[in-house]
């Protein structure tokens, strides 16, 4: 299968402070990726939907100011997490895939502490 | 909303032992049911996925079955490796929503010798 890399694996920011995740998909033009979130013993849930060279799509309830998503190249898309707090603390998990019906290949996440 | 539910973990099995892992769910339409699952250090990968009712979506000795009159896609594996080890999510897809994946919380699984 594709792969996708995620930079950080974890990172650790004090709050009021932003931090960049990266998503690269290594092998394949991803057209489209997603960004998920997840808790401890939750389930993964969208957070916003990208498409290359447009705005990216943000679930309901997800706060877009502060959720920066730059999907700037087919292999290339950022999450940016600004003014980060605490209840920001979360492990965040991108997918790619070649079209927004085809088939999702998910990084390994990436765990942010915000102390 | 559309909504995953499946069985909480961890299950710990013996090598050889039979897997059923189970998941309902709750969708408008008809949904597109997956199965990923997810190794330490890895991102999800896709295990298997059933499109309509009555498919059965097969992988690496698992299967589930897609069943719409009890709205469940059951994951089992006549006997499981100590490689089996992982966490399991079921998720579905809204065909009305894209690609758009809605998750169960996962299951993780420990296969012991």
């Known amino acids: 299968g594709a792969v996708v890399s995620q930079h950080p694996s974890w990172v650790i920011c004090k709050s009021g402070t932003s931090v960049k995740i990266e998503c690269r998909s290594l092998?394949?033009?991803?057209?489209?990726m997603f960004w998920y979130r997840q808790f401890p013993k939750q389930s993964l849930m969208l957070m916003a939907t990208?498409?290359?060279?447009?705005?990216?799509?943000?679930e309901q309830g997800v706060e877009k100011d502060k959720f920066l998503i730059n999907h700037a190249s087919l292999t290339l898309s950022t999450l940016t997490v600004t003014s980060a707090h605490p209840e920001d603390s979360s492990f965040y998990i991108c997918s790619s895939a070649q079209g927004v019906w085809a088939e999702q290949y998910f990084g390994p996440g990436t765990r942010l502490t915000v102390t | 909303g559309n909504s995953v539910t499946q069985m909480e973990g961890p299950v710990t099995l013996s090598e050889e032992a039979f897997l059923t892992i189970n998941c309902t769910y709750t969708?408008?339409?008809?949904?597109?049911l997956f199965w990923y699952v997810q190794y330490p250090g890895e991102g999800l990968q896709l295990l298997l996925k059933a499109t309509k009712a009555d498919d059965k979506g097969s992988n690496k000795g698992f299967e589930a079955t897609y069943r719409k009159e009890t709205t469940s896609f059951h994951l089992e594996k006549g006997s499981v490796q100590v490689s089996d080890s992982a966490v399991y999510f079921c998720a579905l897809s809204d065909t009305g929503g894209g690609n758009k994946l809605t998750f169960g919380t996962g299951t993780q699984l420990k296969v012991e010798l």
């Open positions: 969708a408008t339409g008809y949904p597109s």
């Open positions: 990208s498409n290359e060279g447009s705005k990216a799509t943000y």
């Open positions: 092998d394949f033009q991803a057209t489209t």
